[in-house]
């Protein structure tokens, strides 16, 4: 009970989000109150209910619990694209990609090299960089006398991600069939950022949600799930179900600038994360977004006169500004940010 009432800030993910906030130390304080209710382990007080400011309007409520899994979800192994010199092996696994992205938008990737290790990691916030990800200065500002062991994993999740990142841009590049030169100057200097996910058990996880439904504004994102605990949910074919994790895998996510960027053919995924009322859940979540500055557009072998450009060209700074001036709208779920480019 104590706890649980304690905890009363912490149903949502702690979402210290840093895309254009100054690095100051106000900006990376997150109420640390979750380390003691991890602790506890199952909840278990029933008279303890959600706290009124967590509760969303019934319609907008998860009805898919964060288990009742919708299975299918593509697998890719990563060795076929690395290990194959047989052009007709890679030219399957190249179609299978597309089929993934087509139908499900998502899809999770074995063997792609990334190791997992357990992080102390309690709360969640973003750490950009382009490349370089300065998890030391953020975590420092949170934990400024026991963040080594964290830094460290991120630091090594980091890198191991960049490169993963890399592989699929590249195997994405070969589904579009389009002039890798395209994407040179977008891929210079990409912005990446890691955001470490933390959900608390809640007690009335059918009224509240942990993130809610958003595309992530990259090119891709990255996922390592819990592979015990579900959470992650996707739209798909109007509804909403909830993805399996598998283990050892990563799962990729499509971000809108590949929508921009494929003309619409491969279409950013809406997700969200519930919670539960029996474990705790983490995740990490890696972004991969165009350079900065470069310009964001599709390659000219995409338009054609009965599919027009639907997209004008605009950089990440543009979303930048749609993200500051149109917060609310962008928040509550109402806008995304690369409708705002549509040309008609
Ligand atoms: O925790 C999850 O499963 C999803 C996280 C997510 O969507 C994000 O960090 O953008
Ligand atoms: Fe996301």
């Not at 840093?18 to 007080?45: C, H, Q």
């Not at 792609?112 to 490349?131: D, I, N, Y």
């Not at 996922?223 to 990563?250: F, S, T």
């Not at 919670?275 to 500055?293: D, E, G, L, V, W």
């Amino acid at each position: 009970m104590a706890y649980a009432c304690q905890m009363q800030s912490s149903f949502h993910s702690f979402q210290t989000q840093l895309w254009d906030v100054e690095l100051t130390a106000e900006a990376v304080t997150s109420p640390l109150v979750l380390d003691e209710f991890i602790k506890t382990g199952e909840y278990s007080d029933s008279d303890c209910r959600l706290p009124e400011q967590y509760i969303l309007p019934e319609q907008l409520c998860p009805q898919v619990a964060y288990n009742s899994y919708t299975e299918g979800t593509p697998v890719i192994d990563l060795k076929s694209f690395t290990m194959s010199d047989d052009q007709s092996t890679l030219q399957n696994s190249i179609e299978e990609v597309a089929k993934a992205l087509k139908e499900w938008r998502i899809f999770h990737v074995i063997n792609h090299g990334v190791r997992k290790e357990k992080l102390p990691w309690s709360e969640a916030f973003t750490v950009m960089g382009s490349p370089e990800l300065h998890v030391r200065e953020y975590a420092s500002k949170i934990w400024p006398h026991d963040h080594d062991t964290f830094s460290c994993a991120c630091e090594e999740y980091g890198s191991c991600f960049r490169q993963l990142a890399e592989q699929i841009m590249n195997i994405l590049i070969n589904v579009l069939e389009v002039d890798p030169g395209h994407f040179e100057e977008l891929r210079k200097r990409p912005l990446v950022a890691l955001h470490p996910n933390h959900y608390p058990i809640c007690p009335e996880p059918d009224k509240t949600l942990g993130l809610g439904p958003h595309t992530d504004p990259g090119f891709f994102t990255l996922l390592l799930l819990d592979e015990n605990v579900g959470g992650l949910q996707i739209e798909k074919d109007g509804k909403w179900i909830a993805i399996r994790p598998l283990k050892d895998a990563i799962t990729y996510i499509t971000g809108d600038c590949i929508e921009v960027t494929s003309q619409g053919r491969y279409k950013a995924v809406r997700h969200r994360a519930v919670t539960n009322s029996k474990q705790p859940r983490s995740s990490i979540s890696f972004m991969y977004a165009p350079t900065p500055t470069a310009t964001i557009s599709c390659p000219p072998e995409l338009i054609t006169e009965e599919q027009p450009q639907i997209y004008r060209p605009f950089t990440w700074d543009d979303i930048l500004a749609i993200r500051k001036s149109r917060a609310t709208e962008i928040h509550q779920g109402k806008l995304r940010i690369i409708d705002t480019f549509m040309k008609i």
